[in-house]
């Protein structure tokens, strides 16, 4: 028996340290002159004057707080104002505001899985839909990146009467994008429920950004289920199931990280709600994004990206991580993705694309990554 048993978390922290994948908090101040590609704020609209006065104006509205679940006190007018705004603009029947993107995803797995279901999901998804699968009860068949063939197999195999089939719609790590018309048709074919992670496709994707499902011509498919997070592209705070009213329904009754949280915050409702109708006022934002990628994309020496991710694998960890480093000491903020976020020996700079990034932020972006880039490069060790 140890007289400290947590010493442990030294000797795990150390092996971190020595993996080059040790995590730190860097709080960021409201002046910083960096400028910024490591956020999620693809349309530029977290400090938009417009999206400021939403969230004001429903709090001085509302107050600070939800007080409650949302089956409690947590729902106002404005939650349900924003879910049909939400369903309109995607082409779905009907929304369920939750207060995350990892939540919604929760939600909506576990309370449409459970035990005698199927899930097949696509092996790059997003950790909350990992989460998700471990959580769900059901039997987990994880099926090899954008594999729809791989997907059909596993389907007719089954032994379970429901299976759902999991996948992002814009990988988060690469930028790629998932097959859905295939993943659809296969799902139909073999009687399951395809559930979309749309959480990099909103506000990118599809006309006037109204995501990757709309652009396939899928919005409003009975059989496909769309989530989202309010946190990217509408600057706010909070997830969000697009679906049929038996969907919405059912998730009310059954998702447990629906029931059991406390309601969205009126701020990121009101942010929300007018980031939406900035962007349904402008449409021309979406394209801008992925212009925007394309130009970041030609500047770091890597190919034409399909959203706002634009990847650049230098290989092991530390020398990623000196890289993100150099980059924020010349003023330039970027991710860092190291394993487990991407597989081992695939380190790299995750550079994200905004609507509102200037001629004169890119002149910069292109002295600075040259010089970074050429120095990581040189000490880079790619997988062939």
């Given at each position: 028996?140890?007289?400290?048993?947590?010493?442990?978390?030294?000797?795990?922290?150390?092996?971190?340290?020595?993996?080059?994948?040790?995590?730190?908090?860097?709080?960021?101040?409201?002046?910083?002159?960096?400028?910024?590609?490591?956020?999620?704020?693809?349309?530029?609209?977290?400090?938009?004057?417009?999206?400021?006065?939403?969230?004001?104006?429903?709090?001085?509205?509302?107050?600070?707080?939800?007080?409650?679940?949302?089956?409690?006190?947590?729902?106002?007018?404005?939650?349900?104002?924003?879910?049909?705004?939400?369903?309109?603009?995607v082409g779905a029947?009907?929304?369920?505001?939750?207060?995350?993107?990892?939540?919604?995803?929760?939600?909506a797995v576990?309370?449409?899985?459970?035990?005698?279901?199927?899930?097949?999901?696509?092996?790059g998804s997003h950790a909350s839909l990992v989460d998700a699968c471990r959580l769900s009860r059901a039997r987990v068949e994880i099926a090899p990146h954008r594999d729809p063939a791989a997907v059909d197999r596993l389907l007719a195999e089954r032994r379970e009467e429901r299976a759902l089939v999991l996948t992002d719609s814009v990988f988060s790590a690469d930028g790629d994008l998932a097959p859905l018309a295939e993943l659809h048709r296969v799902?139909?074919?073999?009687?399951?429920?395809?559930?979309?992670?749309?959480?990099?496709?909103?506000?990118?994707?599809?006309?006037?950004g109204?995501?990757?499902?709309?652009?396939?011509?899928?919005?409003?498919?009975p059989d496909l289920i769309i989530t989202a997070t309010l946190s990217k592209a509408f600057a706010a705070q909070g997830g969000v199931v697009l679906a049929s009213e038996r969907v919405r329904a059912h998730l009310i009754d059954a998702a447990r990280t629906f029931i059991f949280d406390t309601g969205l915050a009126p701020a990121a409702v009101g942010a929300a709600r007018a980031a939406l109708s900035l962007l349904r006022r402008d449409p021309a934002m979406a394209?801008?994004?992925?212009?925007?990628?394309?130009?970041?994309?030609?500047?770091?020496?890597?190919?034409?990206?399909?959203?706002?991710?634009?990847?650049?694998?230098?290989?092991?960890?530390?020398?990623?991580?000196?890289?993100?480093?150099?980059?924020?000491?010349?003023?330039?903020?970027?991710?860092?993705?190291?394993?487990p976020s991407v597989p081992e020996g695939t380190s790299r700079l995750r550079l994200t694309a905004r609507a509102d990034l200037t001629e004169d932020e890119l002149a910069t972006i292109a002295t600075v990554l040259g010089e970074v880039l050429a120095e990581a490069r040189a000490r880079e060790v790619v997988p062939a």
């Open positions: 028996m140890t007289a400290d048993p947590l010493s442990w978390l030294d000797a795990r922290a150390a092996e971190r340290v020595d993996a080059g994948l040790r995590r730190e908090l860097r709080p960021r101040t409201s002046d910083t002159a960096c400028i910024d590609l490591a956020s999620n704020d693809y349309l530029g609209l977290v400090r938009h004057p417009e999206v400021i006065e939403g969230a004001i104006a429903s709090v001085r509205y509302w107050g600070t707080g939800a007080t409650g679940s949302r089956l409690v006190t947590g729902t106002t007018a404005e939650h349900e104002q924003l879910e049909a705004e939400l369903a309109e603009f029947e009907a929304g369920l505001v939750f207060a995350s993107g990892y939540a919604a995803n929760l939600g576990t309370a449409l899985a459970g035990r005698g279901a199927l899930v097949v999901s696509d092996a799902t139909r074919e073999n009687g399951a429920v395809l559930v979309v992670d749309e959480a990099h496709g909103l506000g990118v994707r599809g006309a006037g109204r995501g990757l499902v709309h652009e396939c011509g899928l919005a409003g498919e394209q801008r994004v992925l212009d925007r990628a394309a130009d970041l994309a030609r500047i770091a020496g890597v190919g034409q990206p399909d959203s706002a991710v634009v990847s650049v694998v230098l290989g092991e960890a530390q020398v990623a991580y000196d890289a993100a480093q150099a980059c924020r000491e010349r003023g330039l903020s970027v991710g860092c993705f190291r394993p």
